[in-house]
């Protein structure tokens, strides 16, 4: 790994117009990786406030997850035999949600979708939430979770219809570790799958979901907004159809304030919703070219963002871009060549990027972005108010940092 001071004097100079990021070691102090098990984290999720979570695919075929509490982390508990891959979200009171996926037969459909929550002290029972979920060669349908500020957690699928009619629906449920979930209800039919979900939920319990095409499939980009007393509004295609755009992500900030963000052929588009509700027209990401499909975006509790993506032209390498809620996109920030695997905000304004190899974190009131660095790579990264989360691997190992 390089870091963006060792890069070389030609580079600096192609890119003076950009501002280099600033890396001193004792911004924050992240704990030692802490072993959790074999195999490779999906996700980790923390609230915060004591409570953490990863999931993981044990290389023996089970899906795994292990639980920290006060802190400390518990024993790793297989979920499921096995499955191809999972992800969890830890709850403002702590309890936790883990959702994963698998084919059940030899073809990429009918894929099925298990889930089950955390609480107390112990997980409770497998919940199938559909054995007929869509998937393909870049994925097999794995559902896309959140939780809002009552605990109350989201979930999101696209299935597919019983002999073909309609063809496809995204589905949402919502349930607590408490209560279970409640019944299923059609939230989109755009008469086709596509492949690949993303949602947010804030903490009054507004939630915007995104529809796209996974891997280097070329499709429109769908969204749908939950208002906060639980209605879902119609769909609304963000861009229409285009060659290679795929994988939209989105950030949704307590103030209403979501930001959708998506990769094109040579680029990245964005486009931001107003707290009242109101798309704005999609644009390209100014002054980004050549990305590779890896853009994500993190929105904090004001809606202030954080775009990071890898651009392969010069300067190459992981780049980020802060929008100030109500503002326009700043200039790009170079931290290193390697390119994201994640990006966090938390309601106080605090953000963390993921890479290859390291965590950078930009603190609530500072344009400073910190760099860690990792022995293993970073495979996973999650975000609250109080704490920053990554996994590291080839085996499954878990550091900590305090943030605001």
Excluded at 126 to 134: L, P
Excluded at 156 to 180: D, F, K, R, V
Excluded at 233 to 249: F, H, I, K, W
């Amino acid at each position: 790994m390089r870091s963006v001071s060792g890069r070389s004097l030609s580079i600096l100079l192609i890119s003076s117009f950009f501002i280099c990021a600033s890396v001193p070691g004792t911004a924050q102090t992240w704990t030692p990786p802490q072993f959790i098990g074999n195999g490779a984290a999906t996700a980790v999720s923390t609230n915060g406030n004591g409570s953490s979570a990863v999931i993981f695919r044990d290389p023996s075929g089970p899906i795994r997850a292990a639980v920290a509490t006060n802190n400390v982390w518990g024993t790793p508990v297989a979920l499921a035999p096995s499955g191809q891959t999972g992800t969890i979200a830890v709850a403002p009171n702590g309890d936790v949600l883990a959702v994963w996926a698998f084919r059940t037969t030899n073809t990429y459909n009918p894929n099925e979708a298990q889930a089950a929550f955390y609480s107390g002290g112990r997980w409770g029972s497998t919940v199938t939430i559909s054995t007929n979920v869509f998937g393909n060669v870049y994925s097999v349908g794995l559902p896309t979770i959140d939780f809002d500020g009552n605990s109350r957690a989201t979930v999101i699928w696209e299935q597919l219809g019983a002999n073909a009619s309609p063809p496809c629906t995204l589905m949402a449920t919502t349930g607590t570790a408490a209560g279970g979930f409640g019944s299923a209800e059609a939230i989109s039919s755009a008469g086709t799958c596509f492949g690949w979900t993303a949602l947010a939920v804030n903490r009054s319990s507004q939630a915007v979901a995104v529809e796209g095409v996974p891997g280097i499939l070329s499709g429109p980009v769908v969204a749908v907004s939950r208002d906060s007393s639980g209605i879902w509004s119609a769909p609304v295609t963000l861009e229409a159809y285009q060659y290679r755009q795929r994988q939209p992500r989105i950030g949704l900030g307590d103030d209403g304030t979501a930001v959708a963000v998506w990769t094109q052929r040579t680029t990245g588009s964005y486009a931001v919703r107003s707290p009242s509700g109101v798309w704005s027209q999609a644009a390209p990401l100014p002054g980004v070219t050549n990305t590779t499909n890896t853009s994500f975006v993190a929105v904090d509790g004001i809606g202030n963002a954080v775009v990071a993506y890898q651009q392969y032209q010069s300067p190459s390498g992981l780049l980020t871009m802060y929008r100030p809620v109500g503002g326009s996109w700043q200039s790009p920030v170079l931290l290193e060549n390697a390119g994201p695997v994640g990006a966090a905000a938390t309601a106080l304004g605090s953000f963390v990027v993921a890479s290859g190899d390291a965590a950078f974190v930009r603190l609530s009131g500072s344009s400073t972005w910190h760099q860690t660095s990792f022995t293993n790579g970073v495979t996973a990264v999650g975000a609250a108010s109080g704490l920053a989360i990554v996994s590291t691997g080839p085996q499954v190992d878990v550091s900590t940092a305090v943030i605001p």
